[in-house]
């Protein structure tokens, strides 16, 4: 296991826990068991020196050390104790972890898909109150008095929220290797626009701003990896037919179906 898996592992579960997501029982079960084994092996050993006293209190009682228990152990603690052995025993914890990330990586996404809706929702309702002014531009804000202000922070938190749900679904996707994250699809994480949007808008390699994209008319949105993939084949597809795309048949099928087609 390398340093990224333990990052984006941990990623991930913080981003569970400060949304508050209802994570799935097996998911924090899982995590649980790979946390305790990493802290587990790491614990283990013993300053080399504890072992003059266990010697010496083996010897005052008249036993042989070597055959010592407490000796033993503390002998046997040393050997464990290494950066060999932590590393295997990370690895086969955090492996453990990953399957369980593979195996129920939709559901972790709806995990986290609740939280990101009330974001967006919270968000909206700040858009229609104050309208599409620039976040960044707080002495617009602070003129235009207490209620801009009051809607304002709710905006900026909800962004806040909406990014820390994203850096999960990301840490989500590195660690599990569902997904390749290119950085010219960044808004696809959060919304799903046509092709005409993506190029009326250029949003080809753009950060994913929420308050932006929602100032330019997108509604936002957090895919599952399968419906991130078809996102992207939407965008390189390029222009299509006028005739309508039945997405609920496409996401099933895992193939574009159009209206009337098969």
Known sequence: MNITDRTSATQL????AQTGAKTPVVVTEAWSTTARLSRGVREIGVY??????????A?????????DREVQRILASGRISNEGVIAGVDNIAYDRFRKVCVDHADEIVDALREPFDAAVK???EAHVAIGPIDLADTDTVAR??????SMWAVATAAVAAIGNIVTGWMALGEFADVVTL???HQVLRIAAPTFEQWETHGLEGRHAEPWVLLNEGL???????SEYRYRIAVIEQGPVSQVPIDHTRSHIAGREIRVGGS
Do not use: Q
Not at 144 to 149: E, I, L, V
């Open 144 to 149: 235009r008095g207490d209620t801009t202000a």
């Open 219 to 225: 509604d936002l949105s957090l895919p599952t990896f």
């Open 13 to 16: 579960i913080n981003s569970l």
């Open 122 to 124: 919270r968000l909206t």
């Open 182 to 184: 290119n950085p010219r």
């Open 48 to 57: 080399p020196e504890v072992i003059y006293d266990a010697v010496a209190s």
């Open 59 to 67: 010897l005052e009682r008249g036993k042989d050390p070597a055959a």
